[in-house]
Nanobody
Framework: QVQLVESGGGLVQAGGSLRLSCTASGRPFSNYAWGWFRQAPWKEREFVAAISRSGGKTDYADSVKGRFAISRDNAQNSVYLQMNSLKPEDTAVYYC???????????????????WGQGTQVTVSS
């Protein structure tokens, strides 16, 4: 049974940092691209960041560019999201997801992702 489990969320003051982790079990994900998405109350789930199978290509939403960094560790079957200079508008439930794409491909589309974690809450206070 495939499971993606996020961790690292919590409450932080504006300007602070958090590092989210997502670890998969049930199958290897070295052949999958990874993505992070978030959903704030009363809003649709939105793209945050993605990394290709190779790890050589990344993409970010404009709202997080320069503040967030996505990385992966295939040996640990994991993906990470380093979040710096957090703002109150970053408050949301953050989800990791995996997509079977070509080696250097990434996607901002929710529909491209086959596997999803249960989410971890990030709250940024002002």
């Amino acid at each position: 049974q495939v499971q993606l489990v996020e961790s690292g969320g919590g409450l932080v003051q504006a300007g602070g940092s958090l590092r989210l982790s997502c670890t998969a079990s049930g199958r290897p994900f070295s052949n999958y691209a990874w993505g992070w998405f978030r959903q704030a109350p009363w809003k649709e789930r939105e793209f945050v960041a993605a990394i290709s199978r190779s790890g050589g290509k990344t993409d970010y939403a404009d709202s997080v560019k320069g503040r967030f960094a996505i990385s992966r560790d295939n040996a640990q079957n994991s993906v990470y999201l380093q979040m710096n200079s957090l703002k109150p508008e970053d408050t949301a439930v953050y989800y990791c997801a995996a997509a079977f794409l070509e080696l250097y491909s990434i996607s901002q589309s929710l529909n491209a992702y086959s596997y999803w974690g249960q989410g971890t809450q990030v709250t940024v206070s002002s």
